[in-house]
RNA sequence: CGGGGUAUAGCGCAGCUUGGUAGCGCGCCUGCUUCGGGAGCAGGAGGUCGUGAGUUCAAAUCUCGCUACCCCGACCA
């Protein structure tokens, strides 16, 4: 591609409303421009790296096993009705009408497409195990669309659905979805983990998170530095014996419990502070009421830990669509508002976390504003409490089922996998006749794959103060040939640089020649801004000694290579880098668990 | 959805307090010079000041409504 002919708009300054580094460069390098709040237009540089990627995803698809297809992004809301989610979803779902009056949404997913296709098309279970997948639009009407393309509306989404008729079927989909998909994000060339996502109510694998590792990420990872372990903070299990914080000194009662007043203390810090010091969060009691379809619970925590939400849903008091209760319906059901709660003459159901266990001498609010107890002891001076895992993971708690604590990283979630079993299948009647005679809902995985959001994830993982650092495999170009030719002078420069960008192009490396006779200094910054991993600048200087100079996107300082052999030499560099990333050896993000 | 903020040329901003018919930098166009890290000089194009109403002789500026966008919050008692 000749620069000139070429699309590349780029700014010094980027636009005020970024604040993320991936969307300033992107906004900067003109990969995008905003339409709306979180819907953007992909621009030619832009474009090129998500087809990059959408092609790698392609290719691994396809080679997997899975069929390419295209579903409408517009959906009839009868489908919707069909499996229940019409109600269940939410303002997420954009909804519209036609002319006529018919509901329709905006897709943020396709199952109710895809198994509708399904049951049209397989009866019988010689026509199983099938996996469809396609690389289409989504909408989600996010409350907060946010950080440019990393948390946008309308994204670009490879989404692949299996069916199997069997359980282990299914699991074997699933294994190769698994695989496919590190191979997918070594090609791509991005530091990643693969994470577990839910320890499994169906027990097992049954979902992985692929997480690109980077400290502006949203979601939190905890692992195991010896690689024995690694998944979703939300998602990781603590354990009965870790009790955490300073939970295992003092097993036995030493104060009779005492009620104090606490003017205006409403929060475990003010309380420490108020109490000079001497009762450690870690021996304060956090009480929070939360509610669920089973009904209201106080939940008692460490006060140093955090309640983790999905862990209280687990709880047979609590039940499903768990929520905390507000501080309204807390004060109508104990009489006391936030941070004057405690399990003392508590009328709700307790559970209290691990981290409690062996605490004693603590401290909690009476349930009636400004007062605390101290010196409160559980089966003492309450009834003993049933405990439970309750409270969030934090970097270190002891490793699930293994030796040493947990480290923290942070990362961006760009796939995720799951089984869903029959939950589909079941509500839309895609069913198939079994070999044992028949017909029973197949068993269906869906795996997603964010294209879009790679892109901001590329960037927010390499970069410096002067632009991208894109990876080979998903660069706008892989190498970029500047010629410094003044314009009287320059014929034979740009001769040279033609013919390097000629062999390049020969060789099938995805060049751009930078012909528009700029300055040096602007081609470098746009060189520089864009990401380029591979740079050659062909000069006047340069072909005296018969030499062109080579920079990588990332190194500090350029080399000189002969000029005639340039192409040969760069055509190798990628060409083995591209290999690496190919390598059929999966990487050792994938190997944990 | 609650709170806060912003809206003036393609982008970044000033002007608004104290009303008088719009300006700076970047970018863009023309010319000359320059040519290894976002050039210099000279000339030029480009704006219904988000939108609707109101106040006024006069509104970017004051008042009210609307819209869009951004930030914070929406689980830690």
């Known amino acids: 591609m000749r620069a000139s002919r070429f699309f590349i708009h780029t700014a010094k300054e980027a636009p005020a409303e970024a604040e993320l580094v991936s969307h300033r460069l992107m906004l900067r390098a003109g990969f995008v421009r905003k339409a709306a709040a979180g819907i953007y237009s992909w621009l ?45 979803y939410g303002a997420e779902l954009l909804r519209f009408s036609d002319r006529h009056g018919r509901e329709f949404c905006m897709g943020p997913t396709h199952e109710e497409i895809v198994s509708d296709i399904l049951r049209a098309a397989v009866s019988g279970h010689r026509q199983l195990p099938v996996n469809l997948y396609q690389i ?62 839910d320890s499994g109510a169906i027990g097992g694998d049954t979902s992985h998170e692929f997480v690109v590792l980077a400290d502006s990420g949203e979601e939190e990872i905890l692992y195991d530095k010896n690689g024995n372990y690694a998944a979703n903070a939300e998602h990781v299990p603590c354990a009965a014996n870790d009790n955490g914080g300073d939970g295992n000194s003092r097993p036995e009662p030493r104060e009779e419990m005492k009620k104090i007043q606490t003017p205006g203390i409403t929060t475990i810090a003010a309380l420490h502070e108020f109490l000079g010091g001497k009762t450690p969060p870690a021996r304060s009691i956090k009480t929070m009421i939360a509610r669920g379809s089973n009904g209201a619970c106080a939940l008692l925590l460490a006060g140093d830990r955090s309640l983790n939400i999905a862990k209280a849903a687990r709880q047979p008091e609590i039940g499903a669509g768990a929520e905390l ?13 936030f941070g004057s709660l405690g399990p003392v003459n508590m009328q709700l159901p307790v559970v209290a976390d691990y981290s409690l266990q062996k605490s004693a001498d603590m401290v909690c609010g009476a349930n009636e504003d400004g007062y605390h107890y101290v010196g409160v002891n559980f089966g003492r001076d309450c009834p003993m409490p049933r405990f439970a895992d309750l409270r969030a993971a934090q970097s270190g708690d002891a490793v699930p089922g293994g030796e040493g604590k947990l480290s923290s990283c942070r990362g961006i979630e760009v796939g995720h996998i799951f089984q869903l079993g029959d939950k589909y299948s079941k509500a839309m009647n895609v069913c198939a006749e079994m070999p044992e005679g028949g017909a029973r809902p197949v068993l269906m995985g869906c795996y997603g794959i964010g294209v879009t959001r790679i892109v901001a994830a590329a960037i927010e993982q390499a970069h410096d103060e002067r632009g991208m650092i894109f990876p080979d495999a998903i660069a706008p170009f892989a190498a970029v040939v500047i010629p410094i030719a003044p314009k009287k002078s320059g014929e034979e420069t740009r001769a040279a640089a033609e013919k390097t960008y000629g062999e390049l192009r020969a060789a099938g490396i995805d060049v751009l020649l930078d012909d528009r006779e700029l300055r040096p200094g602007v081609m470098f910054a746009e060189a520089d801004l864009l990401g380029i991993p591979h740079r050659i600048v062909i000069s006047p200087r340069g072909l005296q000694n018969n030499e062109a100079e080579y920079k990588h996107r990332a190194a500090d300082s350029p080399e ?5 052999t340039a192409a040969e030499t760069i055509t190798k560099k990628i060409r083995s880098n591209l290999a690496a990333g190919a390598g ?4 050792r993000a994938c190997q944990t668990s």
């Not at 396809?62 to 069909?82: K, S």
């Not at 209760?325 to 508002?337: F, K, W, Y």
């Not at 000189?560 to 005639?564: E, H, S, T, Y």
């Open 44 to 88: 030619p540089c832009g474009w090129r790296v998500a087809r990059k990627i959408a092609e790698i995803v392609r290719e691994e698809m396809d080679a997997a096993g899975c069929a390419e297809i295209f579903m409408p992004a517009v959906q009839p809301a009868e489908l919707w009705r069909e499996s229940g989610r019409w109600s269940v």
């Open 560 to 564: 000189n290579i002969p000029a005639k």
């Open 325 to 337: 209760a507000s501080a309204e319906e807390a004060r109508e059901l104990i009489g006391a508002g």
């Open 584 to 587: 059929g050896q999966i990487s």
């Open 136 to 197: 289409q639009t989504k909408f989600r009407d996010e409350i907060r669309p946010r950080f440019g393309v990393m948390r946008s509306r309308e994204f670009i989404m490879k989404d692949a659905y299996s069916f199997d008729i069997c359980e282990k079927g299914m699991r074997e989909s699933y294994e190769t979805m698994r695989r496919a998909y590190c191979r997918i994000f070594d090609r791509v060339g991005l530091k990643y983990r693969m994470v577990a996502a």
